[in-house]
């Protein structure tokens, strides 16, 4: 029974990433009857390929709060979720000399500020007294005080226990789609032989990443939300310095157990979610190679020859803000247009805001689901991200989620 004095509300989550985990958990401790599809394992998508880098360094004020929200979340994790543990670092903006980004760093950081966080320009020599990377190049920097790392597979699967905990059935391996009648009925493979069943809900609340956008657009409802390659290595370069994002050079890197992880490698052209490859490319690694050589002191000294490389995929959409709430489309939103959900779209920032997002989507079906509008001042539901500010079929370019522009939000 749920805190209504009724019947439990009955919420399937499709999709086993991290907003899909974090969102049947937290669906499932405010009193729903949740079941969780995904189509393999948990984290097998691009959860499982994440760079794990988290912070709270966002200029505009809904990114804020939401980052700030998910670090508070990954903190608490941190001392009560068995299996997970966050590594609290700082976060370094560096932009080097002749970058015309550089003056636009000081209006970023003094939004930043505004909206609470800790972010501060360091002049690059106290930078390079203080961490152990080389800043003679650099025009300007920025550290990010609440900030951290941490292992994103370790994050899916203690939260899909979690989820386990909480009275979830976790159904993996699991193939479903909607119907393209009922907005809340999927249609579930029984597996090899069995065909398939179909199972009405009083809500379903989609999270499947580079595979949204087919995934809804089969029971027409469109979406413009287009996956994107990026890439990431790992080397056993010895390191204790900071997280570092060099917008000049468009390679972010953190610390790693086994030395550095370093990326970005952003590929700006539609990715097939199943055909995409995801081995790195040359180039790639090459061009990571040498920044880690200019910009990290002990690499310069080593080899930082890649250990391990490979590419995952992110969501675009076509303003850079991600499709979180309620959606429809011909057939499914016209009588009933609270029953079927989406969260996607985030541009490479989706494993660092998952808990944050996981809880807005537990918060926002259920309130929908007791007849609160989206619209209404007193709905969870975000206006920023609402999915109906797009017809769905928007033709767009692809932009690097991580860069200074982006951050900055103009």
Do not use: K
Not at 42 to 47: E, H, I, N, P, V
Not at 201 to 219: K, S, Y
Not at 291 to 301: F, G, I, Q
Request: glycine share 12%; hydrophobic share 40%.
């Amino acid at each position: 029974m749920s805190e209504r004095g009724e019947a439990a509300p009955t919420v399937a989550v499709v999709g086993g990433g991290a907003v899909g985990v974090t969102a049947a958990a937290d669906l499932a401790a405010r009193g729903a009857d949740v079941t969780l599809y995904e189509r393999g394992s948990l984290g097998a998508g691009s959860s499982g390929r994440a760079a794990g880098v988290l912070y709270d360094a966002y200029a505009e004020d809904v990114d804020a709060a939401l980052a700030a929200r998910a670090m508070e979340r990954f903190r608490a994790f941190d001392r009560s979720l068995p299996g997970f543990s966050l590594a609290p670092c700082p976060y370094v903006i560096a932009v080097r000399e002749g970058d015309p980004d550089a003056d636009a760093v000081p209006a970023m950081v003094d939004r930043m500020r505004s909206h609470g966080r800790d972010v501060s320009l360091v002049d690059p020599a106290a930078l390079a007294d203080r961490f152990p990377i080389a800043t003679d190049d650099l025009a300007v920097a920025a550290v990010a005080e609440n900030a951290g790392w941490c292992d994103p597979a370790s994050y899916v699967a203690a939260t899909g226990r979690r989820a386990r905990r909480e009275g979830v059935a976790v159904e993996t391996e699991t193939a479903v789609s909607l119907t393209g009648g009922d907005p809340a009925a999927l249609r579930v493979d029984a597996g090899s032989g069995g065909g398939a069943e179909v199972r009405a809900f009083d809500a379903v609340a989609v999270a499947a990443g580079a595979h949204t956008a087919e995934f809804l657009g089969d029971a027409g409802v469109a979406v413009p939300v287009v996956p994107y390659r990026v890439q990431a290595l790992t080397t056993r370069t010895p390191y204790d310095g900071p997280m570092l994002y060099d917008a000049t050079a468009g390679v972010y890197l953190r610390p790693h157990p086994t030395g550095l992880l370093a990326g970005d490698g952003t590929e700006p052209v539609a990715a097939e979610p199943d055909g995409y490859d995801r081995e790195a490319d040359g180039w790639f690694v090459d061009a990571v190679t040498e920044t880690l050589r200019e910009r990290v002191a002990v690499a310069s000294e080593g080899d930082p020859s890649p250990e391990r490389a490979w590419a995952g995929l992110c969501t675009a959409t076509p303003d850079g803000d991600p499709l979180v709430g309620p959606v429809g489309g011909d057939g499914v939103r016209s009588d009933d247009p609270n029953r079927l959900f989406v969260a996607a779209g985030w541009q490479g920032h989706g494993f660092m805001r998952a808990p944050a997002v996981g809880e807005l989507v537990a918060e926002g079906v259920l309130a929908s689901l007791d007849g609160t509008e989206a619209d209404a001042p007193e709905s969870p539901w975000v206006g920023a991200f609402d999915p109906d500010r797009f017809d769905g079929d928007e033709s767009f370019e692809i932009t690097e989620g991580m860069s200074v522009e982006e951050r900055v939000g103009e």
